[in-house]
């Protein structure tokens, strides 16, 4: 069953520094993955996401993400922190060849930026 | 292009009750989603609806339950409500072609629902 895993509940990290949340999944063939972002009351917005191609994503407010298909990670990356970055970060990978064409969703990591 | 918008935005219930959620999908999208979103979690994948059938369903009871018109916009149903059912639902929609999804999912702002 394919699944997705945020190893760290949250991260700090202090503005104009660099900033990389984790993530690594579990799916048989290749995997489309995703990452969403969550503002407090909100619903999830997209940022980027991984079909094939390029390993380095590029995706929205300068967001980026790393495909390493060795190590089954789909790190999220940012070289310098906004204090807006503040929010709840999903990844998600989708199995393309399933019926189901479900997302799965990992448990999500709170991002704080400090001033 | 109009969004993927959801009603009610909040609502309360009692235990027993049932309860009707709306989603209107983003212009030109035929595929619907819902997720359970429980507070501090991710969101659970609850089903999909394609072509007004349901095309595939999470780990939820039969007594969640759904539909979606011509229109694309869906209804879920949630039926003999429980303390537990209490969450943020979420209606996401997006775009299948030639049988595959290979596309995000664009979602609305969730409708949260409160069972006491």
């Known amino acids: 069953a394919q699944s997705v895993a945020q190893p760290e509940d949250q991260v700090n990290v202090a503005e104009g520094n660099p900033l990389t949340v984790k993530c690594t999944y579990s799916v048989s063939g290749n995997p489309y993955l995703f990452w969403y972002v969550q503002y407090p009351n909100r619903g999830l917005q997209f940022l980027l996401k991984y079909i094939t191609g390029d390993n380095l994503v590029k995706g929205s407010y300068g967001f980026e993400a790393e495909f390493n298909k060795s190590q089954t990670s789909f790190h999220l990356k940012k070289p310098s922190a906004l204090v807006s970055d503040s929010a709840l970060y999903f990844c998600a990978v989708r199995d393309p060849y399933s019926s189901a064409s479900k997302i799965i969703f990992g448990s999500g990591t709170r991002l704080s930026i400090r001033p | 292009e109009t969004g993927v918008t959801q009603s009610p935005t909040h609502l309360i219930k009692t235990r027993g009750q049932q309860v009707t959620l709306r989603c209107s999908s983003q212009s030109g999208h035929n595929t619907v989603s819902w997720y359970q979103q429980a507070l501090g979690q991710g969101p659970q994948f609850i089903f999909q609806?394609?072509?007004?059938?349901?095309?595939g369903r999470g780990n939820f009871p039969p007594r969640f339950s759904g539909l979606q018109f011509p229109n694309y916009s869906s209804e879920l149903n949630v039926n003999a409500l429980e303390l537990d059912d209490s969450a943020l639902y979420l209606c996401?929609?997006?775009?299948?072609?030639?049988?595959?999804?290979?596309?995000?999912?664009?979602f609305g702002e969730g409708s949260r629902l409160t069972v006491l």
């Open positions: 996401a929609s997006s775009l299948r072609l030639a049988g595959m999804n290979t596309g995000e999912l664009f």
């Open positions: 609806y394609y072509r007004e059938e349901e095309n």
